[in-house]
């Protein structure tokens, strides 16, 4: 059974929704007035239906909670320097205010059985202090059951962790939860053929460090984890579309208080030495394993493709610096907060990174049209994709 699956049982129990009579939705009480279901409450999902548990990384470390700077952070609501680039493939979700979250479902694809899920951290500003297992801990809700007709509008209501989870201290309502990561994910199933069972698709947006089913447990030609398309609107909105550009129904939602980061979700790779460009596929040469082997990168969907192997390796696996054909210079350079760097170029702009995290981040290559990848190892081993106009107009 699928970890995304077994875990909606208990999140459609733990719901928190108020749902509007908009577009043929509205509760089943027969009132006009919005309804609280009890509050969503922590649920670990390490084990799987049979008991067993998965071999799962803990999230990259976060750092410690303050204002908000003009940093391009993964994991925090940042200023979008991607002033032409408003879609991200996995684009990261916070909500931007406090208050409720507006979902409206603009398409359900001809899908007629799905679920379609928001899980936000609901210890996001409990003080790691007082936590243990943070990565266990979250909250969720179903904004929409099977059948939903399009056009339906509701909200749901991210409540702060009980006072169990905060040592007595809780977080007071009104810095709650501006700031809190979501992740929306749309999941269905097909018969395996000449088989029992079934395939199970699953698309979503980027992660926020759970230890929920992601891609680490969804290796596969069905695998869509943190390939939800985002499209940043103005006034805090966005639209999410599943399965974008893939062999999925095209699945979308409107959303309403909510922003980004500015960063894509990083691409996790275990062991990478070194990246380089293929001009001519358009992919990202990622070198792993054997000398001179790896696994091509599609910088556009972020998807695996085709290994490689008896190529020449570039000799730039600790390369901080990288030139382009128009004669500039780029440079990664670290700063004195840990997990924090500068990518900037010889033209003289500049853009800071936040949440980067890594004991060896280097292999600084350019790609496509502005596009700038570099790897780290170590831990957390990751490869991240910069694409930034005000960096490279």
């Known amino acids: 059974m699928s970890l995304k699956a077994a875990f909606l049982a208990t999140a459609a129990a733990s719901v928190f929704l108020c749902l509007s009579s908009c577009g043929g939705g509205?509760?089943?009480?027969?009132?006009?007035?919005?309804?609280?279901?009890?509050?969503?409450?922590?649920?670990?999902?390490?084990?799987?239906?049979?008991?067993?548990?998965?071999?799962?990384?803990?999230?990259?470390?976060?750092?410690?909670?303050?204002?908000?700077?003009?940093?391009?952070?993964?994991?925090?609501?940042?200023?979008?320097?991607?002033?032409?680039?408003?879609?991200?493939?996995?684009?990261?979700?916070?909500?931007?205010?406090?208050?409720?979250?507006?979902?409206?479902?603009?398409?359900d694809g001809g899908l007629s059985q799905y679920s379609l899920e928001l899980q936000y951290d609901i210890v996001f500003k409990v003080p790691r202090n007082l936590l243990s297992n943070p990565q266990d801990k979250w909250g969720g809700a179903v904004p929409f059951p099977s059948g939903t007709p399009p056009g339906t509008s509701t909200q749901v209501q991210l409540r702060p962790?009980?006072?169990?989870?905060?040592?007595?201290?809780?977080?007071?309502p009104s810095n709650y939860p501006k700031g809190v990561p979501i992740e929306l994910t749309l999941t269905y199933t097909t018969p395996?053929?000449?088989?029992?069972?079934?395939?199970?698709?699953?698309?979503?947006?980027?992660?926020?460090g759970k230890d929920m089913a992601d891609d680490q447990w969804h290796r596969g030609p069905y695998s869509e984890a943190d390939t939800a398309s985002v499209s940043y609107g103005t006034n805090n909105t966005a639209t999410v579309t599943f399965f974008a550009g893939t062999h999925g129904p095209h699945f979308s939602v409107a959303l309403t208080n909510v922003c980004g980061s500015g960063l894509r979700s990083p691409v996790e790779v275990l062991g990478a030495r070194a990246l380089a460009f293929d001009p001519v596929s358009g992919q990202i040469e990622v070198f792993v394993g054997a000398a001179?082997?790896?696994?091509?990168?599609?910088?556009?969907?972020?998807?695996?493709?085709?290994?490689?192997?008896?190529?020449?390796?570039?000799?730039?696996?600790?390369?901080?610096?990288?030139?382009?054909?128009q004669g500039r210079t780029f440079t990664l350079t670290a700063t004195t907060t840990p997990g924090v760097w500068t990518l900037s170029s010889s033209t003289g702009t500049s853009i800071t990174l936040s949440d980067v995290y890594g004991t060896d981040t280097a292999s600084l290559i350019r790609y496509g049209t502005r596009g700038l990848a570099f790897r780290t190892v170590g831990w957390p081993e990751f490869v991240y994709l910069v694409e930034s106009p005000a960096l490279i107009p």
Not at 29 to 40: C, L, R, V, W
Not at 295 to 308: C, I
Request: proline fraction near 14%; charge should be negative.
């Open 161 to 172: 962790p009980t006072p169990d989870l905060t040592h007595g201290n809780p977080i007071p």
């Open 26 to 107: 509205g509760g089943d009480s027969g009132s006009s007035g919005a309804a609280p279901i009890p509050a969503p409450t922590p649920t670990p999902s390490s084990t799987d239906s049979s008991g067993s548990t998965g071999a799962v990384l803990p999230p990259p470390p976060r750092p410690l909670l303050g204002s908000v700077s003009d940093s391009w952070s993964m994991y925090r609501c940042s200023p979008l320097p991607q002033t032409q680039t408003t879609t991200i493939v996995g684009g990261r979700l916070f909500v931007a205010e406090q208050g409720p979250i507006g979902v409206t479902l603009l398409s």
């Open 292 to 325: 001179g082997s790896g696994v091509q990168l599609d910088p556009v969907t972020r998807k695996f493709g085709a290994t490689f192997s008896g190529v020449t390796e570039p000799n730039g696996n600790g390369n901080t610096t990288a030139p382009d054909a």
């Open 192 to 208: 395996v053929p000449n088989s029992a069972g079934l395939n199970y698709h699953h698309s979503s947006t980027a992660g926020i």
